[in-house]
T-cell receptor, first 114, second 113 residues
Framework: KNQVEQSPQSLIILEGKNCTLQ??????????LRWYKQDTGRGPVSLTI?????NTKSNGRYTATLDADTKQSSLHITASQLSDSASYICVVSPLDTGGFKTIFGAGTRLFVKA | NAGVTQTPKFQVLKTGQSMTLQCAQDMNHNSMYWYRQDPGMGLRLIYY???????DKGEVPNGYNVSRLNKREFSLRLESAAPSQTSVYFC????????????FGNGTRLTVT
């Protein structure tokens, strides 16, 4: 069964510190892997996308990595800010569903404290 | 620059009541989606519409119906609400491109008592 699992479930860090969020997936083959940020009370917003052939993608202080051999992805946040407090969701698109049936992880809830 | 708009934002229903959740997008996207989000779980696809005039079941379609009214609008109907349908519902849309991102509305928080 295609699954996406994220760890940790939640994380508390101090403002200015770095952190790394993990995503393990069993979806294969897949067309792309995305990370979304979801602020409280809002819908998710796309941060990065990587196809199966890419290893890393950056978006400002956010850097995503992908290891297709081990089926793992990570999202690294550098110099965290209070506004980074949110849920971060890993999403994988199976190749055989036409891109319509993407699979969502349960998310990591990040709290950045002053 | 509205993006995806959902109404209502909050709703409380009694078991057995019906309601329709509305969704509209102004980005000229072809495909639209309805998801539900429950604590500790990833978003789950209820129904989707690949293009105007078509709808298909997702992972958890039971108890729901949808209508793709036109290219902009995609509604979700609960005919006889049950407590198990208490959830946050998100509408999303995206371009036809395989690698294009989903654009989400801000959700409808539904409680069924």
């Amino acid at each position: 069964k295609n699954q996406v699992e994220q760890s940790p479930q939640s994380l508390i860090i101090l403002e200015g510190k770095n952190c790394t969020l993990q995503c393990n997936y069993t979806v294969s083959p897949f067309s792309n892997l995305r990370w979304y940020k979801q602020d409280t009370g809002r819908g998710p917003v796309s941060l990065t996308i990587m196809t199966f052939s890419e290893n890393t993608k950056s978006n400002g202080r956010y850097t995503a990595t992908l290891d297709a051999d081990t089926k793992q992805s990570s999202l690294h946040i550098t110099a965290s800010q209070l506004s980074d407090s949110a849920s971060y969701i890993c999403v994988v698109s199976p190749l055989d569903t036409g891109g319509f049936k993407t699979i969502f992880g349960a998310g990591t809830r990040l709290f950045v404290k002053a | 620059n509205a993006g995806v708009t959902q109404t209502p934002k909050f709703q409380v229903l009694k078991t057995g009541q019906s309601m329709t959740l509305q969704c509209a997008q102004d980005m000229n996207h072809n495909s639209m989606y309805w998801y539900r989000q429950d604590p500790g779980m990833g978003l789950r696809l209820i129904y989707y519409s690949a293009s105007e005039g078509t709808t298909d079941k997702g992972e958890v379609p039971n108890g729901y119906n949808v209508s793709r009214l036109n290219k902009r609008e995609f509604s979700l109907r609960l005919e006889s609400a049950a407590p198990s349908q208490t959830s946050v519902y998100f509408c999303a849309s995206r371009q036809s491109s395989y690698n294009s991102p989903l654009h989400f509305g801000n959700g409808t928080r539904l409680t069924v008592t």
